[in-house]
């Protein structure tokens, strides 16, 4: 089945619901039963501003990650407004906390499309998150930006992804991890769907690239007692952990680690929910030297990123740093801009029709619109934190690479999806 046939499918809540609780893990989309394009559309457009909306959780255990993104958006809306705004139109931004609770985001999302009547909304991180807003967005046909890395298996017309999917992230960090020769991995993670989907899809990897899967543990989110899976992950004999730990639970892992005797030099870590933002919670004894896979880092060396830095310092202060997923948020609200500004209309339809090549000169290089999948072409990057709080570029990808979300480019992931 063709990408662009997944596209147009989508599942019914109810189905939904289903797969995740039986499985707990990123699927296909499947077929829907809604007319989306019957959906009425509430958002005015006649006046001089059109409101958008923005959702991340700030409470709960995701607020550590979460409000960086909402600054980042707020600057994003800042500089548009006062360069004249979207269309000649100000944006007028309501703003919701989605409080780390997937029912919450659900109910927030469908509160901003018919009360609010926004043209689009911009947030969400982990992937529960995403799937409880899913079927309300399809439903009501208005259009999400999704700004953080993911499971991959996935592809909505109503969901923009302007973070990472499998191939750019999760596959390039295996990929460095064998290049290094490390050939027995622990898996650590959170208990929800990104967490589980990823560990899957590397174990398909590993079992293709002779790498050995030595455990693979779970945690639940706000998880605080990590003694017993690191005395695990000590005696498995692992040479590398790939860890997607979300959230706060990164603070307890990564110091239970550190007391048991484990090291970046000895049992390196990569992790794909840690960046510069967390670095400060988490302390960076606890995290120094050690490994990180994104598509953008603060040091990222372009004219496009030194100014984007200088504006979001100037704007919240020059102990502030940036990070992937709020650079990704930060890029979505330009990528929807000039999506609107090429369809010349704030209609989904039209904005839907006109995305296919949409590009923006982000931070972290120039990110071009899939208008099959709604994903974007993106850099990969492994790096190293370093003793400032900062991570530095180990090993990159140098060029985009084209979003492969159900990693049809891959015959060890053909059972996968």
């Known amino acids: 089945m063709t990408t662009s046939r997944r596209l147009a499918r989508v599942l019914p809540a109810s189905a939904l619901v289903l797969v995740l609780g039986l499985s707990g893990c990123g699927a296909k989309t499947g077929e829907s039963t809604a007319d989306t394009s019957a959906a009425a559309s509430c958002v005015e457009t006649d006046g001089d501003a059109v409101?958008?909306?923005?959702?991340?959780?700030?409470?709960g255990t995701m607020a550590i990650s979460e409000q960086t993104v909402r600054d980042s958006l707020d600057l994003a809306v800042k500089e548009i407004n006062a360069d004249g705004g979207v269309l000649g139109k100000q944006l007028d931004v309501v703003a919701e906390d989605g409080a780390s609770e997937p029912t919450v985001f659900a109910e927030k999302a469908e509160k901003l499309i018919t009360s609010d009547c926004v043209a689009a909304v911009f947030g969400g991180w982990t992937s529960s998150s995403r799937k409880a807003m899913l079927p309300v967005f399809e439903s009501k046909n208005s259009l999400l930006f999704y700004p953080v890395q993911y499971e991959g298996l996935e592809a909505s017309k109503n969901i923009f992804y302007t973070g990472a999917t499998t191939n750019q992230q999760i596959v390039p960090g295996m990929d460095y991890l064998k290049e290094e020769g490390k050939t027995k991995v622990f898996l650590v993670g959170s208990d929800y769907v990104f967490p589980q989907t990823a560990n899957k899809i590397i174990n398909a990897y590993a079992e293709a690239n002779g790498i050995e899967i030595v455990g693979e543990e779970y945690a639940p989110m706000g998880h605080t007692d990590f003694s017993t899976i690191v005395n695990k992950l000590k005696a498995s004999g692992a040479d590398a952990v790939f860890n997607t730990l979300n959230g706060d639970s990164n603070v307890a892992f990564f110091k239970e680690y550190k007391n048991v005797g484990l090291s970046a030099e000895t049992t390196p870590v990569v992790s794909v929910s840690i960046a510069e933002e967390e670095i400060g919670g988490i302390g960076i004894d606890n995290v120094e030297g050690q490994l990180t896979a994104w598509n953008y880092y603060q040091t990222v060396d372009s004219p496009a990123n030194t100014a984007f830095v200088e504006a979001f310092?100037?704007?919240?202060?020059?102990?502030?740093?940036?990070?992937?997923?709020?650079?990704a948020a930060y890029t979505s609200v330009y990528l929807w801009k000039n999506m609107v500004e090429k369809a010349e209309s704030f209609d989904v339809a039209d904005i839907q029709a006109a995305a296919d090549g949409v590009s923006f000169d982000a931070p972290e290089g120039?990110?071009?619109?899939?208008?099959?999948?709604?994903?974007?072409?993106?850099?990969?990057?492994?790096?190293?934190?370093?003793?400032?709080?900062?991570?530095?570029?180990?090993?990159?990808?140098?060029?985009p690479i084209e979003p492969d979300p159900f990693l049809e480019g891959y015959d060890w992931a053909a059972d996968l999806s």
């Open 366 to 399: 120039t990110v071009t619109i899939n208008g099959d999948n709604h994903h974007i072409a993106k850099t990969a990057m492994v790096g190293k934190i370093a003793d400032d709080g900062l991570i530095y570029t180990e090993w990159s990808s140098e060029e």
């Open 51 to 59: 409101k958008i909306g923005f959702l991340n959780s700030l409470s």
């Open 313 to 327: 310092k100037a704007e919240y202060g020059d102990d502030r740093v940036t990070s992937d997923p709020m650079e």
